[in-house]
């Protein structure tokens, strides 16, 4: 596989066809299967080693990913999809039967209707392909283990039908103290082809992961602690009545793609999603002196930790949560001439529907901690007597867009999505009811000019549309919490330049852009969880894949300007949101050579600048920089038969640092660790 096969500068969930990454005026990433596996990535968090644009935002052991892009976190109830239709990501998701992940960057607006304004991420699974034998074991030296089998073939007289299996078991295990757990895997797809003009194809996919997850460290006081401090492999959630987070999930879908002649194509798509979890911790959440109810405010760290390292430790339980997506698509494309224009179309209408089934919670003290015995016990709290909010959505989306061939060297593209939203909350304990409905709609433009070969300069303007919920904390926390507010519209412009090339033996797709977003922001104020300004975030954003001979290299990078606008909070109007770095640039970089097996060598760097730790902007992450190794060799057996050895190292050189400081359930600062140094090795056989 090509280096350009491997990584594209496009994605399908854009919804702009099938043409070169150049000629899309937007920016988007694909990233192949074998690019996962040479890059180390084992989850969705890990894809932000791959593009500058994309950093963490809360990613812990043995829990949900979050990620961030440009600046902004992405919603893990609206900005994820999986064959193009919406799921949930509160959950873990198994890659070991996807065959690419793709980020879509900016404002959807077009493409989801409803979600957070950095972005989607979609995930694409394998598919029959043909004859596929193919099994591996990875192994680390923190003990976790990995296997995984990919069978497909085809089967009938023209090979009408079509099978891929995939399976997975693995032992879990990090550096860090208490995270053993286990996964198992299971996917099935199929196909049938019934005809040249008619495809049926289904799958599902069923998946457990049982894993403790991390806590994070915290603020002391008004201080930050030196990374260097405390053990990264320290783990506050280990007391004797710690539970692993149980994470279940099973989901699918089925699509009928029927081709109406040679212009016109229509494609019909049902997914469903059923997600299960034990949601357990030992977690703390700031520091408040219990023992002196006369005790003022001024000894109480609400968001952080004191500072002589004394926090509460809560026992958090929500048990047998359930998760319901289902959805319907269909799509209609094709192209015809107007006015003397071709116009390629795209129709679109898509009925969603999401629901949750949380049961009452335990969100309940334990007892005081100090970080000099972080693993005293403290008795356990687990009465279930929180209520939890449950949730209802269900939407109408309604969606045309139209590429427009103005001129040779010019095309132009509009778009609207129409939503209808109806939205339904209520808390286990039957209080707290709100009902919303809203019809909104989401426009997309854009303009490209090829003033060059395989070279185009665009600029596009879009709108975004998200909902938000206020956050579900301690009793009495907030006067709305759990309840839905109205849906929030943010607007983006972006300016930017395409490329390809290929010429005597060098090949490269290239790219840089210009964008802003500003985004309503909501924010506690007083009691209550309500819109507070907005957020407006600036920045350059460049990229580079290509491949010279021996050589291939790759690079992105983002700079970025963040602020707060229009707040009724005191000192945050003008100051820069926290936990987005000021910059960040990956690179990557392989040489291949016969030993006699082909093997490559790689090294990527991962580089973020600065980060503001608190609201304020008093106090800020120091800039990091982490390399990572690896070798691939390839040893053929046979014609049909080859062993893909791997060996990684991830955090070649033992870096210490403060990762991330996300603000999380609440306004809580939390400080996460770069992972010490962990060596992989891993063997593939193809037979």
């Known amino acids: 596989m090509t280096a350009a096969a491997k990584r594209q500068a496009k994605a399908s969930i854009a919804g702009l066809g099938e043409g070169p990454a150049w000629q899309q005026p937007v920016q988007a990433q694909t990233f192949s299967d074998e690019m996962l596996k040479d890059a180390q990535v084992k989850r969705l968090a890990d894809l932000t080693k791959l593009d500058a644009s994309v950093t963490d935002s809360y990613n812990s052991v043995g829990y949900w990913d979050y990620l961030s892009v440009r600046g902004f976190t992405l919603d893990n109830g609206y900005n994820y999809r999986r064959e193009g239709l919406p799921v949930s990501a509160e959950t873990r998701f198994p890659l070991e039967n996807k065959a690419s992940l793709e980020v879509l960057k900016g404002t959807s607006g077009?493409?989801?209707?409803?979600?957070?304004?950095?972005?989607?991420?979609?995930?694409?699974?394998?598919?029959?392909?043909?004859?596929?034998?193919?099994?591996?074991?990875?192994?680390?030296?923190?003990?976790?283990?990995?296997?995984?089998?990919?069978?497909?073939?085809?089967f009938g007289l023209q090979g009408e039908f079509g099978v891929r299996v995939n399976a997975a078991v693995a032992k879990l295990n990090t550096h860090v103290d208490n995270t053993e757990g286990h996964s198992r895997l299971l996917a099935v797809a199929a196909d049938w082809r019934l005809s040249p003009d008619t495809l049926i194809e289904a799958e599902i996919e069923h998946?457990?992961?049982?894993?403790?997850?991390?806590?994070?460290?915290?603020?002391?006081?008004?201080?930050?602690?030196?990374?260097?401090?405390?053990?990264?492999?320290?783990?506050?959630?280990?007391?004797?009545?710690?539970?692993?987070?149980?994470?279940?999930?099973?989901?699918?879908?089925?699509?009928?793609?029927?081709?109406?002649?040679?212009?016109?194509?229509?494609?019909?798509?049902?997914?469903?999603?059923?997600?299960?979890?034990n949601d357990r911790m030992a977690f703390p959440f700031g520091w408040t002196d219990y023992g002196d109810?006369?005790?003022?405010?001024?000894?109480?760290?609400?968001?952080?930790?004191?500072?002589?390292?004394?926090?509460?430790?809560?026992?958090?339980?929500?048990?047998?949560?359930?998760?319901?997506?289902?959805?319907?698509?269909?799509?209609?494309?094709?192209?015809?001439?107007?006015?003397?224009?071709?116009?390629?179309?795209?129709?679109?209408?898509?009925?969603?529907?999401?629901?949750?089934?949380?049961?009452?919670?335990?969100?309940?003290?334990?007892?005081e901690m100090n970080l000099s015995s972080p693993y005293a016990p403290q008795p356990a709290a687990p009465t279930m007597n929180d209520a939890s909010p449950n949730r209802s959505e269900r939407s109408t989306e309604l969606a045309i867009q139209d590429t427009i061939h103005l001129a040779e060297d010019w095309k132009a593209w509009i778009g609207l999505r129409h939503t209808r939203l109806n939205r339904y909350s209520i808390e286990t304990d039957g209080n707290k009811e709100v009902r919303i409905q809203q019809s909104l709609n989401t426009p997309w433009a854009a303009l490209g000019w090829t003033f060059a070969p395989k070279t185009q300069a665009y600029v596009s303007w879009g709108e975004g549309l998200e909902t938000k919920a206020a956050p579900r904390l301690m009793e009495d926390a907030l006067d709305n919490s759990g309840q839905i507010l109205p849906a929030l519209k943010s607007r983006q412009i972006e300016l930017g330049v395409k490329g390809q090339y290929a010429h005597d033996g060098v090949s490269a797709q290239w790219g840089t852009n210009l964008f802003e977003i500003r985004r309503p922001q909501a924010e506690t104020v007083g009691n209550t969880y309500q819109l507070d300004g907005d957020a407006r975030h600036r920045g350059i954003e460049g990229f580079w894949q290509g491949r010279m001979g021996a050589w291939g290299m790759g690079g992105s990078v983002m700079f970025i300007d963040a602020e707060r606008r229009g707040s009724q909070l005191e000192g945050v109007s003008g100051k820069n949101p926290v936990n987005v770095p000021e910059r960040a640039i990956k690179l990557s970089g392989s040489y291949s050579f016969h030993t006699p097996w082909?093997?490559?060598?790689?090294?990527?760097?991962?580089?973020?600048?600065?980060?503001?730790?608190?609201?304020?902007?008093?106090?800020?992450?120091?800039?990091?920089?982490?390399?990572?190794?690896?070798?691939?060799?390839?040893?053929?057996?046979?014609?049909q038969r080859s062993i893909t050895w791997r060996l990684g190292v991830v955090n070649a050189f033992n870096k210490r640092a403060w990762k991330e400081a996300p603000s999380m359930f609440g306004g809580h600062t939390y400080l996460f660790q770069m992972p010490e140094r962990t060596l992989t090795a891993s063997a593939q056989i193809d037979f």
């Open 110 to 154: 077009l493409q989801s209707g409803v979600s957070a304004p950095g972005g989607l991420v979609n995930m694409l699974v394998k598919r029959p392909e043909g004859r596929v034998r193919s099994a591996g074991v990875s192994v680390d030296d923190a003990g976790e283990v990995r296997t995984q089998i990919d069978l497909g073939d085809r």
């Open 207 to 277: 998946s457990y992961t049982s894993q403790p997850s991390l806590a994070g460290m915290s603020l002391l006081g008004n201080t930050l602690p030196s990374a260097r401090a405390y053990s990264r492999n320290l783990n506050l959630n280990n007391q004797p009545w710690s539970q692993p987070v149980e994470m279940t999930g099973t989901t699918g879908t089925a699509r009928w793609t029927q081709k109406l002649n040679s212009d016109w194509t229509s494609v019909v798509t049902y997914g469903e999603q059923h997600l299960r979890m």
């Open 293 to 367: 109810p006369l005790d003022d405010d001024d000894d109480a760290y609400y968001y952080n930790f004191k500072g002589d390292g004394t926090f509460d430790l809560y026992d958090y339980r929500s048990e047998n949560e359930k998760r319901l997506t289902r959805a319907l698509k269909g799509e209609l494309r094709g192209a015809l001439s107007l006015g003397g224009m071709r116009h390629e179309l795209r129709l679109e209408v898509m009925r969603a529907l999401y629901s949750t089934d949380l049961k009452p919670q335990a969100y309940n003290y334990s007892g």
């Open 598 to 639: 082909v093997t490559t060598i790689q090294a990527d760097v991962v580089h973020e600048g600065q980060r503001w730790v608190d609201t304020a902007n008093t106090i800020r992450l120091p800039s990091w920089t982490r390399v990572d190794l690896g070798v691939r060799a390839v040893q053929p057996l046979s014609a």
